[in-house]
């Protein structure tokens, strides 16, 4: 009896919660109401305002439509969307925030700090500059190629759990930290979107939150040794006709008491995949002729594109935090840049490869 | 109906639930803030070294706990402070208790309400959250001891799933240069008294001793408790230095949730709302813990303690405690006042850590002279 007692109660009282509408979940989240949407597109427009793209809805059944807006703030774009489609678009999935390289140059901090605080959004959200016209590709695309969205986001994917070091894969929280770091800029991948292509083309550098330059080709490729995976499946350098595979490196860096030097010290692994010079593989003479030429090659390359970082004034390697030792005081950030941009630098590249030689002649 | 007595004398604790106690009892809100205020990579030594004075203040606890006051319970108090001094203490006892409850359960509410229900209205997670308290607590002191042991497995092993934050390409041993501080007066003093109150709750412990086993020695119990918290401390923080990198740190308000959030499962999208939704187990324990006691130093004030306790004086207190929670959370939670009332339980749980045992021990030192 009492338990029958008690049971009319709750009921009771359940119901008079339910019944006076103060139910305390306001948003709806049935699936069917709902489009999550996978990537966003941000544009600079006219009068400084943002154009932001999207593509719904993702991985249903459905044809897919493009939508645009022009809005002064990135979040209204988010009620924009809402407005003009049937479903509810959410943020919880979104993967890729596609940035245009006119938009990076001025500085992303608003942008970044507006979707960093967002509760919704991952911090695993994958960032990637864009160069061309991304609107136009989607819409070319958009009826060629299904999920178009989704598979930008598997490749990403794909790079940075893999780690194979051929591209830099950068997410929401690796850009802030380095953005916050008192010793390093943040980098972004870059593609760009052309005649129904869209390629990878290189690293953005960035000065604080400001794009300043980026580094394609061989350039890149330095990178993608000395800072970023430290592995790279291949090597071409065309100069010499000749292809490294498999190269993997490990960076030594050492300075001088007063910071005025640095020596950067590369150990190099790797097999010549590819030759199509006129020396001999089998010759031992050429051989170490031809690992003496990579070496110098390698050399000049690395210490360009760290002297070009010099006089940007950017410190992409995180070289400033390598200044750090656990008992000595921590040099100062803006003492750190001036010391970075003024300090001599010696490369020195350590060999070991291995040529592929099938061929007794 | 039966009722259920809120003290049951007959059965007496183990040593083990001590280590239950203390452990969970340092491991509430101030864990989620912690690294944000220690910032700096050589404040690792300032977990140790407080841990280690936390210890010896547990040495002068379990000293105290296996005395022979300890085991009378009430009477035993009264006969080394007398009954005015006890009121005196209960009073100071229901404001600082009140101050905790309020601070560890609007915290986790703001965690919630940021992370996992950003939608809802806090009131309604305030209100549930006390219905689970209210109800745990009305089943007794005995049973709420008896739940720190699911409160503990419910939330030991997600330290574990910070080992991830060890691993490279996050981890990388400059986040955690200098170890040493180049400026002695940069030391923030702040931060190792923000160690201290976190350390703080076994203190609470002296409210139980009576339901304890009397034989029993505690030390090691305490010992095991009070290392192990230390230990999770120290993960997470260095955890959270690999991840954020020391400046970043300072900017992040609940940094050890945003690092849950960065976990990943093939399973779960959100691992951090399992993690947040888990550790209210320990945050029902710890409140309801408080409310016991809460409501025996009101007994205590009303000189009610040896009348027999009503039916409806917990809920009465957790119904009361509610609408405090609710009206605080309105108007007291807020920018400047959430710092002021921070600023209160850090200050109030590091003295009644600090002097409890201190008191108890002198006391007892100064009856046995006489």
């Given at each position: 009896m009492a338990y029958l007692k008690k049971s009319i109660w709750m009921t009771i009282v359940y119901c008079v919660i339910l019944i006076t509408g103060c139910a305390p979940y306001l948003e709806n989240n049935e699936i069917e109401e709902i489009a999550p949407v996978i990537f966003w597109s941000l544009d600079a427009a006219e009068e400084g305002k943002l154009e932001a793209t999207t593509v719904v809805p993702p991985l249903v059944q459905e044809k897919k439509r493009i939508l645009t807006m022009q809005v002064d703030l990135l979040k209204q774009s988010g009620k924009g969307f809402n407005l003009r489609y049937y479903r509810e678009l959410k943020v919880g999935q979104l993967r890729v925030l596609l940035i245009n390289e006119e938009l990076a140059k001025k500085g992303l901090r608003p942008i970044i700090n507006t979707i960093f605080t967002d509760p919704d959004i991952s911090q695993r959200l994958y960032l990637v500059i864009v160069q061309g016209d991304v609107k136009d590709y989607i819409k070319e695309e958009i009826e060629s190629q299904e999920n178009l969205d989704y598979f930008l986001y598997r490749m990403l994917k794909h790079y940075e759990r893999k780690r194979q070091g051929q591209l830099s894969i950068v997410n929401l929280h690796q850009f802030m930290q380095k953005l916050y770091s008192p010793f390093s800029d943040p980098i972004l991948p870059v593609f760009k979107a052309e005649n129904g292509n869209f390629n990878y083309e290189g690293t953005a550098i960035f000065q604080n939150d400001k794009l300043i330059s980026v580094v394609t080709d061989s350039d890149d490729e330095i990178y993608q040794l000395i800072g970023n995976d430290y592995y790279l499946k291949y090597l071409p350098i065309p100069k010499l006709s000749v292809v490294l595979g498999h190269v993997r490196t490990n960076v030594d860096v050492t300075f001088n008491r007063d910071f005025t030097e640095m020596n950067f010290k590369v150990e190099l692994k790797g097999r010549i995949d590819e030759y199509q010079g006129e020396k001999n593989l089998n010759d031992l003479d050429d051989l170490a002729e031809i690992t003496n030429e990579i070496n110098s090659h390698l050399e000049t390359q690395t210490k360009a594109f760290l002297q070009k970082n010099q006089e940007w004034q950017t410190d992409p390697l995180d070289i400033?935090?390598?200044?750090?030792?656990?008992f000595s005081r921590p040099i100062e950030k803006k003492e750190w840049r001036e010391k970075w941009r003024n300090l001599q630098i010696k490369v020195k590249y350590q060999m070991d490869l291995e040529p592929l030689i099938n061929i007794q002649e | 109906m039966t009722s259920i007595s809120i003290e049951n004398n007959t059965s007496s604790f183990n040593g083990i639930y001590v280590f239950f106690i203390a452990n969970r009892l340092q491991l509430l809100y101030f864990l989620y803030v912690m690294p944000t205020v220690l910032t700096h990579p050589y404040m690792i030594w300032g977990i140790i070294l407080v841990g280690i004075f936390s210890q010896l203040n547990l040495i002068l606890l379990s000293k105290w706990l296996s005395s022979e006051h300890a085991s009378k319970g009430y009477p035993g108090f009264v006969h080394l402070f007398g009954q005015w001094m006890m009121r005196v203490f209960a009073a100071v006892g229901i404001v600082v208790i009140g101050i905790k409850v309020t601070v560890v359960t609007l915290g986790y509410v703001e965690i919630i309400h940021q992370f996992v229900f950003p939608s809802m209205n806090p009131n309604w997670l305030i209100v549930f959250i006390m219905a689970v308290c209210c109800y745990t607590a009305s089943l007794g002191m005995g049973n709420a001891i008896r739940f720190s042991v699911i409160a503990f497995l419910c939330s030991i092993w997600m330290i574990l799933l910070f080992y991830t934050f060890f691993m490279p390409p996050i981890a990388s041993l400059p986040d955690l240069y200098p170890l040493i501080p180049e400026d002695w007066s940069n030391i923030s003093w702040k931060g190792l008294l923000l160690i201290w109150s976190s350390l703080s709750g076994p203190e609470y412990i002296v409210c139980i001793a009576h339901l304890l086993?009397?034989?029993?020695?505690?030390l090691k119990y305490f010992t095991f408790a009070n290392t192990l918290s230390v230990l999770e401390y120290l993960v997470l923080f260095i955890a959270s230095l690999f991840f954020f990198g020391s400046k970043f740190l300072s900017l992040s308000k609940f940094p050890i949730v945003t690092m849950a959030r960065y976990l990943q499962s093939p399973i779960f999208e959100r691992v951090d709302i399992i993690l947040i939704c888990l550790n209210i187990f320990n945050l029902v324990f710890g409140v309801s813990i408080f409310l016991l006691c809460f409501y025996g130093a009101l007994r205590i004030l009303g000189k009610k303690l040896q009348t027999n306790h009503s039916k409806w004086g917990i809920q009465i207190i957790c119904i009361i405690a509610s609408v405090w929670l609710i009206a605080a959370n309105k108007w007291?939670?807020?920018?400047e006042h959430q710092s002021l009332l921070l600023n209160l339980e850090i200050w109030g749980s590091s003295l009644t850590y600090l002097l409890v045992p201190l008191f108890l021990l002198i006391f007892s030192r100064k009856k046995r002279g006489l």
């Open positions: 400033g935090a390598r200044t750090l030792t656990p | 086993n009397p034989r029993g020695s505690f007291i939670w807020r920018e």
